[in-house]
């Protein structure tokens, strides 16, 4: 199967969609729990799962096919796993409540953006 180039211009805005949505968990996260949400605290929330998600990408070589749904699934398992192992390691505790909540909130943040775009692209597709 041959894979169509993706334009830098799509892997750079898929990129920032997966960090912003990160930093999005981190944030909702720190309000739901009644801590502070300012850039530093949100920043250390964010960063074990930011390591993830870069683990992700690397594993998916998500800048070939960003937008796909396994490549996002691939990011998704990356980010949960790697996050969980760093947050694990220095807080010496994982909750059961918080990796079901977060896995789910994180599935929802990284797999959401990519089916709203395959739905519109698919809807493109039809009216054209």
Do not use: C, K, Y
């Amino acid at each position: 199967m041959t894979t169509q180039a993706v334009r830098p211009a799509t892997v750079t805005l898929a990129a920032g969609a997966d960090v912003l949505a990160v930093l999005v968990f981190a944030a909702v996260g720190r309000t739901s729990h009644a801590e502070g949400v300012n850039a530093l605290g949100v920043l250390i929330t964010a960063v074990p799962f930011l390591l993830g998600l870069l683990v992700g990408w690397l594993v998916g070589r998500a800048w070939r096919t960003p937008l796909r749904l396994p490549v996002g699934v691939v990011v998704w398992v990356g980010t949960v796993v790697v996050g969980f192992g760093v947050r694990a390691a220095f807080t010496h505790r994982l909750p059961l409540t918080f990796v079901l909540v977060a896995g789910a909130s994180l599935a929802l943040f990284l797999l959401g953006w990519r089916g709203v775009t395959h739905l519109i692209a698919r809807s493109r597709r039809q009216n054209a």
